[in-house]
């Protein structure tokens, strides 16, 4: 079998890169962490066992180059369930996303998403068309499946639609104790506040009204997703786009931006 990153959205430069990593484990540990990574129940531990191990790892190309070569099982499983490839490539492209999010905060090829990708290494999160979700659990056990919007995501109406119904289909033929799941989002994109500062032709006011607000909270999520850096200050946002020069001025005057949790209707 080739590399994955051969697979995904790396240019060609960064899969030298990649091919150059060596990731400083044995052969019995690189199998091993293959094997908890990939594990629902698992991954968690497994992630925090691999930064202890993976010492000088600055820029997290020894964890993405374990996660990739990891990704190889995600595969094979993927592979033994009849899940097309091209789901496997959309989702697993995550990686190659999450590293140019990486560079354009840092200014060079890395990787520090090594906390989230156990979701898609162990076959829990799944992106079809614009959206990823994932097989979920309640805090009182119950099976539901949260939504999460990348940052290249299209929220051009029919293209959700699109993604939403496939979604359905794929989780009622490949994980049906799933298919009468809820949908949840937890995300600053379904803030209240957005509708203060957005006109009423958005497509993020049309993806809000898909879903019913059943919390929210002081976040502070939206600045690197808007901004594209977690830590500025407000005097410091830049002001490209008419959402920027908004949500800075209204940020200013004193508001407070959250994140909402909220309930796709049916």
């Given at each position: 079998m080739k590399p994955i990153y051969e697979l995904l959205d790396f240019s060609v430069q960064e899969k030298q890169i990649l091919s150059l990593t060596d990731d400083g484990l044995t052969n019995e540990e690189r199998l091993e962490f293959s094997k908890t990574l990939t594990d629902p129940n698992l991954y968690k531990t497994a992630f925090n066992r691999l930064i202890a191990r993976l010492l000088s790892d600055d820029d997290g190309l020894k964890m993405l180059s374990l996660m990739l070569f990891s990704a190889k099982?995600?595969?094979?499983?993927?592979?033994?369930?009849?899940i097309p490839e091209n789901i496997f490539i959309d989702t697993f492209n995550c990686f190659s996303r999450f590293t140019k999010?990486?560079?354009?905060q840092y200014g060079k090829f890395g990787f520090d998403r090594g906390f989230w990708t156990g979701r898609q290494l162990s076959l829990t999160l799944f992106r079809i068309g614009e959206l990823e979700y994932e097989l979920s659990r309640s805090l009182n056990g119950e099976r539901e499946v949260a939504l999460h919007v990348p940052s290249d995501c299209d929220l051009s109406s029919d293209k959700i639609d699109l993604s939403i119904e496939n979604a359905k289909s794929f989780i009622k033929k490949f994980y049906p104790d799933y298919a009468q799941a809820p949908y949840y989002i937890t995300s600053w994109l379904n803030s209240p506040l957005l509708k203060e500062v957005l006109d009423d032709s958005s497509k993020i006011l049309a993806f809000q009204n898909r879903f019913t607000v059943i919390s929210e909270r002081p976040s502070d999520e939206y600045k690197f997703w808007v901004y594209g850096f977690p830590n500025l200050n407000p005097e410091d946002f830049s002001e490209n786009t008419s959402l920027q020069r908004r949500l800075k001025s209204l940020i200013l005057s004193g508001r407070v931006m959250t994140e909402a949790t909220a309930k796709l209707k049916v």
């Open positions: 099982t995600s595969l094979q499983k993927y592979q033994a369930y009849g999010e990486y560079k354009k």
